[in-house]
């Protein structure tokens, strides 16, 4: 369509369809994806989330030191977000059609992250940030794959890394104030 062409569109034949297929909820015949392909990695999402929530929150539990009682705090900020993140995917999922996939059969095998305990504190801390920097890397090629054909999907993703990309910057932080050491070069 040439960019100065009017938008055009046939209303009663948009009107009779969301008539026809109540059924089917909010997914309309111009969704532009696979949908059960959105739904995989989806629930491929949901999985990474809840190991996520679960290494933080053993982390906050478990932690040790001095000057644990910060990191602690900062870890169960975490695990919260990480469970909000969870439940904005499974409920993204329930909108596509699909059943979230919360079983803990395989759970380990659908996440991109481990579950990694840490021996100590600053072992702890960079267990996290490798796995924010997991989903980062993973969550920008899920924008990219969703893109303009699912733009709920992608402005949900984009909300997440955001906050994802936070955790990372908080957890190197961390890691230079119990390491010692800045990792990053400016």
């Excluded at 992250?113 to 899920?142: F, H, P, W």
């Amino acid at each position: 369509m040439p960019e100065n062409a009017p938008f055009v569109t046939d209303i009663e034949a948009i009107r009779s369809r969301a008539r026809d297929h109540l059924e089917q909820g909010a997914l309309t015949p111009n969704y532009g994806l696979d949908v059960e392909t959105a739904i995989h990695l989806l629930n491929d999402a949901i999985a990474t989330e809840i190991v996520c929530v679960l290494r933080y929150r053993y982390h906050a539990i478990v932690a040790a030191g001095i000057s644990s009682d910060a990191v602690k705090q900062e870890f169960e900020e975490h695990a919260r977000d990480e469970e909000q993140h969870l439940l904005w995917f499974a409920e993204r999922v329930n909108q596509l059609g699909g059943k979230p996939n919360l079983d803990p059969e395989g759970l380990a095998q659908r996440s991109a992250t481990q579950y990694v305990e840490g021996a100590d504190l600053v072992a702890m801390i960079k267990e996290n940030l490798v796995a924010e920097r997991i989903v980062i890397e993973i969550y920008r090629s899920l924008i990219r794959y969703f893109a303009d054909k699912d733009p709920t999907t992608r402005l949900l993703i984009e909300r997440v890394l955001a906050q994802e990309e936070d955790h990372a910057n908080d957890m190197h932080d961390l890691l230079i104030a119990h390491q010692g050491t800045p990792m990053l070069d400016h």
